[in-house]
């Protein structure tokens, strides 16, 4: 049976680690990390993943603050909210939460924001700095997935990766993260999706498998190499009338099978989901760091 990595538990020994930087930063020169969160419309993944950043951010001491606009609010609404805080000099961090409704150009939104307080790593000019290796913040999820690796035994030092997915979000830059020639990377890696006439032919040749194609249960041990360390990034509702829900999380792994074969994997939900956030948290308190030196 395969070693489970838990994201929980990581998750929680990296907001330890930024809680001490917090009161670090807050005792040697008396600045407090500040997130803005922006939010639009009702989506309920979207205003809870929301509570749940403000909660971490009160229990690491951090000053968060979310705008709720309603789905009807314009562009300029959203865009006027972005600068201001890029002038505000207690909001070191801007999140605006994906999706945004279909009337306002996300790619615009993601642009107007002071690339120095981009903690989501989204910005095009952290994405570049990403690519070439520079320094910059990473994106929250793939970011997490590197720590994952590194923390629970599996560094992808000269490991094949193979990356099911090719989002901006998750597949790209997990990529781009793990191909650098970098501590806890310095992979060969090798990016795969659902286009591919047998998906299980580039699967099977994984050191380390990370599954980020949105597709309930696709993945399956069958595909897998004996021995290999699974990364499971999706998190799919599929009905259950078991459940009092009607409903249960699954990934975009079938698990069960899974764990059979592989040597390590995450699980859904405990596995990726929580490190996100911390992530998140670990950004917020670098911006702070960076722009109260500068």
Known sequence: MAQIIDGKLIAEQ?????RVGVSLLLKERQVRPGLGVVLVGEDPASQSYVRS????????????????????????????LVRAWNDDASMH?????????????????????DPRKDVDGIHPTNIGRLVIGMECFKPCTPAGIQELL????????????????????????????LMQKAPGANAIVTIAHTAARDLGAFTREADILIAALGKPECIT??????????IDVGINRVPDPASPKGYRLVG????????????A??????????????????????????ITAA
């Open 14 to 18: 990296i907001k330890a680690e930024v």
């Open 53 to 80: 950043k403000g909660k971490a951010c009160e229990d690491l001491g951090m000053y968060s603050e979310t705008r709720r606009l309603p789905a009807s609010a314009t562009e300029a609404e959203v865009l006027s």
């Open 93 to 113: 961090g801007i999140l605006v939460q994906l999706p945004l409704p279909r009337h306002i150009n996300e790619h615009r939104v993601i642009a107007a924001i």
């Open 150 to 177: 590194v923390r629970s035994g599996h560094d992808p030092g000269g490991k094949h990766v193979v990356v099911v997915g090719r989002s901006n979000i998750v597949g790209k830059p997990t990529a781009n993260i």
């Open 221 to 230: 041990g069958a595909m897998l190499k004996p021995g290999c360390v699974v």
């Open 252 to 263: 975009d792994v079938h698990f069960a099978s899974a764990e059979q074969v592989a040597a």
């Open 265 to 290: 994997i995450t699980p859904v939900p405990g596995g990726v989901g929580p490190m996100t956030i911390a992530m998140l948290m670990q950004n917020t308190l670098l911006a702070a760091q960076r």
